[in-house]
């Protein structure tokens, strides 16, 4: 399992330097200073990578490992991202293990604008079961390593990309992940997200 999990991190580990990932496996401390271009990041991801866009992601608390991989692999357009794909073009190893360094010291706020609809969320919890999607991204879904957190991440986020993983994950996702989607439909999907945003 632990080895499965990991191979979706190794292509983009690979394309760190090892010195860099090394360094990365340090815990997080409340007093990381903000690197110069965190100021740009937050313009979208929200003030500390807490997003008030529905429809972005926070980075808030992600663990430093999948930022980091997910900053190597939008810069090289192995995940497509366009919106930050100028932003990171020329950004050396070193700067994005300091930014994600940054973002995952920083506390997450929760999304959620309200209490969720006890049914839909019964029936994402066992969709989700059902998905092993904890084996992965941990019991409590606070993500490890290479696995982002979901819970308490925006809703509307999540939806984008699980359809994203299941329709077209493109050449950089990992593979494991995007298989586990296999035969979920979107109503299937919209339930898990719902739960995935008001877990508690
Ligand atoms: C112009 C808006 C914009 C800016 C500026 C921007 N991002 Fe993004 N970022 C996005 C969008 C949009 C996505 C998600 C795309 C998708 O739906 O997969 C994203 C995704 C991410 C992800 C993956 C998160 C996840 O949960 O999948 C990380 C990490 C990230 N950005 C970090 C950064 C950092 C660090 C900076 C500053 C260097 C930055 N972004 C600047 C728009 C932006
Ligand atoms: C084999 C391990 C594994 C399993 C099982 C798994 N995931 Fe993932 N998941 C990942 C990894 C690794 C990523 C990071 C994306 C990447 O590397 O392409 C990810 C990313 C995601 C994302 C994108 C979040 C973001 O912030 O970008 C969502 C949503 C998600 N998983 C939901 C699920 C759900 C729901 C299930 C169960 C149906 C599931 N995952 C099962 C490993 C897994």
Do not use: W
């Not at 340090?26 to 903000?34: D, F, G, K, L």
């Not at 706020?109 to 999607?133: H, S």
């Not at 299941?166 to 996702?173: A, E, K, N, T, Y």
């Amino acid at each position: 399992m632990a080895c499965k999990a990991l191979r979706g991190g190794g292509l983009a580990a690979a394309l760190l330097l090892a010195g860099h990932l090394a360094q990365s496996q340090s815990p997080p401390t409340a007093a990381v200073q903000e690197p110069p271009r965190a100021a740009a990041c937050m313009a979208c991801h929200g003030p500390q990578g807490n997003s008030q866009v529905s429809s972005l992601p926070s980075i808030a608390g992600q663990p430093q490992v999948f930022i980091e991989n997910q900053l190597v692999l939008i810069r090289e357009g192995l995940r497509d991202v366009p919106a930050m794909k100028g932003l990171l073009e020329g950004v050396q190893d070193a700067e994005i293990v300091q930014l994600a360094r940054f973002f995952a010291a920083q506390k997450p706020l929760p999304t959620a604008k309200g209490p969720p609809d006890e049914q839909v969320y019964r029936r994402g919890q066992a969709l989700a079961a059902r998905g092993l999607c904890g084996s992965c991204h941990l019991p409590d879904f606070s993500g490890r390593a290479q696995i982002p957190r979901l819970a308490g991440q925006h809703e509307e986020f999540l939806l984008q990309s699980l359809k994203q993983f299941r329709d077209h994950p493109g050449p950089g996702r990992d593979t494991i992940m995007a298989a586990s989607l296999y035969g979920f439909k979107d109503g299937e999907l919209a339930d898990m997200a719902h739960f995935l945003a008001h877990f508690r």
